[in-house]
């Protein structure tokens, strides 16, 4: 998803918040032990730790045709595009199409789809600064469209060289940490959700280039809070501006 967003948008639904995990930095060390390593060979490290985050917060019991996955991400899959160009710039006589299974530009979506049969859906989407409020939109729009639904949302960036070189050109002082933050959301009334998206009044940009630092922080903290009690994630982008405040309602 890409594009400009509502020039205003206030939108209450709500969810229960089942799981909240991140990892930060490179491959896993215990990976190879917790991913199968069937079609290894083919994937770049941003679906490693999807898949990675996936094998450990994924517990069963879910009906996958009531569940969908929904990745945000800024660069994705931006790696396994590039060894495919490189690959044809070098004129190999055969490219194969297990350089690029299930569609290079969101297979990290796909393959945590078909790896935990998920077939009530996937998106990948790319909102820049806005993307994990964006992304939490999408699954908690789900989760509330069916009583018993679940949505895994991933959102963040592992950042190989290129995308590093492209994101130092705009981040300016913010630190950039590759990461990767893994919620689940399922149907249920546990919390209540606005989501807001309106011209930017001037809120301060995170410290973080990566929003999926920030957002875990902001949803660890949802998942202690005491009922009735609030708390906001709130992110600028230019003219833009997008916020979700969250009230514990049990």
Known sequence: MSGPLPAEVGTTLTFSLASVDLHTGGIPADFAEVVLSKGDRFRDDFTRVCLYLARNNITGGTDGARATVVVGTEYGNLDAMLRLQ???LAGERRISAQ????????SAAVYVNIEHGVTGGNITL???PLTPVVALLQGALHVNADD???AYVLVGDTYCSEALDDVRKKAGDRTVTPGVLWTELRSGADYEAV???TPALGPAAADEWNGALTAHRFLAAAGALERGDTETLALSSGERAA????RRLT
């Open 243 to 246: 916020s979700v405040t969250v």
């Open 126 to 128: 790319n909102a820049g």
């Open 148 to 150: 018993d639904a679940v």
């Open 99 to 106: 350089q690029f299974p299930y569609a290079t530009t969101s």
């Open 86 to 88: 490189r690959a044809a």
């Open 195 to 197: 989501f807001e998206f």
